[in-house]
């Protein structure tokens, strides 16, 4: 049985002071004992995410003083974006645990994420097709549904995994590899190899992207709940991508009551995930074409260095008792 001591919390932190504050108390409160917090670096000549990154240290220190187990910090002097900054956190929560849940400082869990994360890596543990267990639902769950089920698509606002299946993650993500053979479809695969091509090359500085990929690619499996147990408030004025309002911003959690049997695929779920949330169509067929094209244009005027190269720096790690 996996208890509340033998999982570690990371939370990859940026602006939001108030509700890393939040998280870190309901990580006191649910039992947690170890929280590894990353905290990506100011933007080069922001004074306010320079005095965002100062309270962000100041929330951390005043926890510390309040909680009896351990926390340790990695505090980026520089900004190395979004897609490298929860990357090489990943790497260096499991580089020291064997589990871990991952919380984006946007993700507010509720107390029940806790506990369904931990029964969530004792079935990961047993089952070698799961390779996540993901805390966010928006599909409607059908008469079939459990507390939780199988599916093909990581929804990431709040997730965990052990150190085996990141290990191998982190590799396949550096691999970058294709589709050959899948029961997706030919516009589903097309879809997601031009974001994962974008996303790599440094168009987008996204990393779930790439990760839906190469899970994917794998025939790998995630665990998600009935109910959502993580609220995203990502939606303020130092979002990096959510502008405007979103439906899937600000959902309620609901709850997790621990189930008796085993989780089982459902597949009427991903054919509402791939239809609503994602939006795949045919036409992508055609405008993932058109996209390559104005990339291939404009490849001179990328905004990011590819990723590989960020990840090099992301390596670069300033780490705080």
């Known amino acids: ?62 926890f510390i003083n309040h909680f009896e187990g351990n926390v340790y910090f990695m505090n980026r002097e520089f900004n190395v974006g979004c897609a490298t900054s929860v990357l090489s956190a990943c790497d260096w929560v499991f580089e020291n645990e064997k589990f871990a849940m991952i919380l984006e400082d946007d993700c507010i869990p509720s107390s029940d994420f806790f506990n369904y994360s931990r029964k969530s890596l004792e079935v990961m543990t047993n089952d070698k097709r799961i390779w996540l267990s993901c805390g966010t639902q928006f599909a409607p769950p059908s008469s079939e549904t459990d507390e939780w089920f199988l599916s093909k698509y990581p929804l990431t606002w709040g997730w965990s995994t052990n150190r085996e299946n990141w290990n191998q993650i982190s590799i396949a993500l550096k691999n970058q590899k294709k589709f050959n053979s899948s029961n997706l479809s030919f516009s589903e695969k097309v879809y997601w ?78 054919l509402w995930l791939r239809n609503e949330f ?44």
């Open 1 to 62: 049985m996996i208890e509340a001591k033998d999982v570690a919390v990371l939370i990859i932190a940026y602006r939001r002071h108030q509700s890393l504050n939040r998280i870190l108390d309901l990580c006191k409160e649910n039992g947690v004992e170890r929280v590894y917090v990353a905290i990506d670096g100011p933007r080069t000549n922001s004074q306010d995410g320079t005095e965002d990154n100062l309270k962000i240290v100041d929330v951390i220190s005043n």
């Open 278 to 321: 994602f939006k795949i169509k045919h036409r992508h067929l055609i405008t993932t074409k058109l996209t390559f094209l104005r990339d291939f244009l404009l490849r001179f005027k990328k905004p990011l260095a590819p990723l590989k190269e960020r990840c090099r720096l992301g390596e670069i790690k300033k780490i705080e008792p």
């Open 193 to 270: 190899n031009a974001g994962a091509r974008r996303a790599y090359d440094g168009w987008v500085d996204v990393w779930d992207t790439i990760l839906a990929q190469q899970l994917l690619v794998m025939n790998r499996l995630v665990l998600l709940p009935k109910n959502s147990l993580v609220t995203n408030i990502g939606d303020d004025s130092v979002a990096t991508h959510t502008f405007g309002p979103s439906k899937w911003i600000g959902v309620k959690t609901g709850t997790f009551n621990s189930p008796i049997g085993n989780p089982k695929y459902e597949s009427k779920i991903d």
